[in-house]
């Protein structure tokens, strides 16, 4: 799975601290000024910069892929507005991100990056990032987080009858592929001459490509999409978590090729194959085992409990029954009753400590005792198989993939009506739409 996307973004974040030391040191005057309005917010010069100068950074080795700075500015202004918006429709929904998530949040960002709290606290300020606005980023991009899940738990609901009707259709296609993308938008209720226009752009940027433009730095020049200025990569999807279009283009083109632009509900697109994975079998391994457990309590010690695991385990060993003891010691009330059989199960179904013992111990034989959270247990292995679970994979992939399209969607919904909604005022010289509600 990829990589959790806030921490993809704040690690990225760190990584490029210094160019906002060199903005902050910027003189005065050249930072001041709004650039755009939002409703009841700002977007100041600075905030922008600061910015610009993080994308900047990220294309140090490959400047040529970034568009001219007007252009730049404005796809960077587009983003900031935006994630404004959702962090004002998440204040106002009741949306609140806890000291200690942040603490957390914090500290998987440290541990990524190989170092404590401290540690990442001392790289931030020593490249010139206030701390705080560093948790102040930390706290906005865990809002819009779980807006979005909130939005799409509200929106998005996959039936039983949806799942076997893709089934069905041999809807589900197995194997991912790792696309690029282009969206040239079209507004709603587009007229023939916006149309007309956007496919005239669309079929140039394919032309750019085609003559050797990087198909990156394409999409950071021209595209419309929110992730125009990671180079329009979409990562490794599986072919249902795509839109069936882009999925049916993919599948044509070889490695490294791009389509020509395709019409879609919300513009023209145009995609590249950058990566293909082909699907495998979900072969299983399963175990088959019992086991006692003695609990550490208030009256039973830990030393107690041990003794009293070992002290079974010798009986097993000089011949008594290892089912009845199970019945009569074993405080594992879920299995107890059944002579400690756990029945089959895959080998971290029971936790860390009884899969190592799984691996350590042949079938037949009775482990050491050993230690759990749970308390002190002994194992017997009973038997191993290897189970196709293919056919239940595909019933999960496909409630997946049906839950997937429609947050893609919907969250898409959501978040053109928050800017059709806001009052958005662009100030940024040579930016399109000056003023007025969501422009």
């Known amino acids: ?10 690690i990225l974040l760190l990584a490029l601290a210094a160019p906002f030391a060199q903005a902050q040191l910027m003189p005065t005057e050249k930072l001041d000024g709004i650039v755009a309005v939002l409703d009841g917010d700002v977007i100041l010069r600075s905030e922008l910069e600061r910015q610009v100068a993080t994308v900047q950074a990220q294309y140090a080795n490959n400047p040529q892929q970034l568009p001219p700075r007007a252009e730049l500015e404005r796809q960077v202004l587009d983003r900031l507005i935006m994630s404004k918006l959702q962090v004002a429709r998440a204040d106002e929904t009741g949306i609140r991100i806890a000291d200690s998530e942040i603490d957390q949040t914090l500290g998987q960002i440290a541990a990524q990056n190989r170092m404590d709290v401290d540690q990442l606290r001392q790289a931030i300020t020593r490249q010139g990032m206030s701390w705080e606005q560093f948790r102040h980023n930390v706290h906005d991009e865990s809002l819009i987080q779980k807006l979005r899940q909130r939005v799409v738990q509200s929106r998005v609901q996959v039936s ?59 999409a950071i020049r021209y595209s419309d999409a929110q992730n125009a200025l990671d180079g329009g990569d979409l990562g490794w999807r599986s072919y249902d978590e795509l839109p069936p279009a882009f999925a049916e283009i993919a599948e044509k083109l070889q490695i490294g090729q791009s389509a020509p632009p395709v019409r879609g509900p919300n513009g023209f697109h145009i995609i590249k194959l950058i990566e293909r994975r082909e ?40 011949g008594e029954d290892f089912a009845k003891l199970a019945k009569e010691f074993s405080n594992d009330t879920g299995t107890a009753n059944l002579g400690g059989d756990m029945g089959w199960f895959v080998k971290g179904a029971y936790g860390s400590k009884i899969a190592e013992m799984l691996t350590e111990t042949k079938v037949g034989e009775i482990s050491e005792p050993f230690l759990s959270d749970a308390g002190w247990h002994i194992l017997e292995p009973l038997a191993t198989r290897t189970e196709d679970k293919t056919a239940e994979a595909e019933r999960d992939k496909a409630r997946q993939t049906l839950g997937s399209r429609k947050a893609e969607e919907e969250y898409g ?14 100030r940024l010289p040579g930016a399109a739409g000056a003023s007025g509600s969501g422009s």
């Not at 799975?1 to 704040?10: E, S, V």
Request: glycine content about 4%.
């Open 1 to 10: 799975m990829r990589m959790n996307k806030l921490l993809a973004t704040l």
């Open 160 to 218: 039983d009858t949806e799942i076997e009707l893709l089934l069905k259709n041999g809807g589900v296609q197995r194997g991912q592929l790792h696309l690029g993308h282009i969206q040239i938008t079209l507004p709603d209720g587009a007229s023939p001459e916006q149309i007309a226009a956007a496919q005239a752009k669309a079929e140039d940027v394919a032309r750019q490509i085609r003559d050797g433009m990087d198909f990156a730095a394409a």
């Open 279 to 318: 699907a495998t079998s979900d072969l299983v391994t399963e175990y088959h085992a019992r086991h006692i457990l003695v609990r550490i309590t208030e009256i039973v010690s830990a030393a107690q409990a041990e003794k009293t695991i070992r002290d079974l385990r010798a009986r097993i060993l000089a």
């Open 413 to 426: 919904n959501f978040l053109r009506q928050i800017r059709a909604e806001a009052y958005i005022e662009i």
